[in-house]
């Protein structure tokens, strides 16, 4: 029923309709900053990234098939336009988080003890390659299936199966100091 509801919108965006659009952008919006943001990494780069891919998507509707789900189309183009964002932008230096600042045991201070799972979920994250990235943000967080992020990523299902089960080892490597937490 969603899918036929967006092909609509796209419909009428399509034909000029700038509020349908807008509708389709409010409705993708959170899932669009955050597969820009597994992208790159970083908040201020991905609403970027989302933006203009919602520009390129926006100015390529034509090319949108409304027999097919529209989030999977969106959100490829999305990835891609963060992708050519990573290209772009100078590499940074990045400063691993040392293993004695995460905190094995709980304090008091349970906020700052979550804020130090998150930096290191996001460290974490930013180790993984791209693809591998992508693939285990839009399953485990955004519920895509793995056939549906095959289409969104242009890759074989069983390579996205291979990206999201070798994230997900990378993940617990990397966050094996919080498995008490």
């Known amino acids: 029923m969603r ?3 967006d092909a609509e ?3 009428f965006a399509q034909a000029g309709d700038r509020e349908a659009f807008g509708e389709l952008a ?3 919006a959170a899932s669009a900053r955050r597969v820009a943001r597994a992208v790159l990494g970083n908040l ?22 409304p027999n097919r789900p529209f989030g999977p189309w ?3 183009i999305v990835a891609n336009a963060a992708t050519d964002r990573l290209r772009r932008r100078r590499v940074r230096a990045a400063d691993a988080i ?12 349970r906020e700052a003890d979550k804020r130090a799972l998150h930096a290191a979920l996001r460290q974490g994250l930013l180790g993984l390659p791209e ?6 943000v839009l399953f485990d967080v955004e519920g895509y299936t793995h056939a549906e992020i095959a289409e969104v990523l242009g890759i074989p299902v069983g390579t996205v ?3 999201v089960f070798h994230a997900r080892r990378a993940l617990r490597a990397a966050l094996a100091a919080w498995k008490d937490w």
């Open 131 to 136: 693809r591998q990235r992508v693939a285990v």
């Open 3 to 5: 899918e036929r509801k």
């Open 161 to 163: 199966r291979s990206h």
């Open 44 to 65: 201020e780069d991905a609403d970027d990234a989302a933006q203009d891919g919602f520009l390129s998507a926006l100015r390529h509707l034509g090319r949108y098939d």
């Open 26 to 28: 409010m409705r993708y």
């Open 98 to 109: 040392p293993p004695t600042l995460a905190a094995r045991d709980p304090g008091p201070d």
């Open 74 to 76: 969106l959100l490829r």
């Open 9 to 11: 919108l796209a419909a």
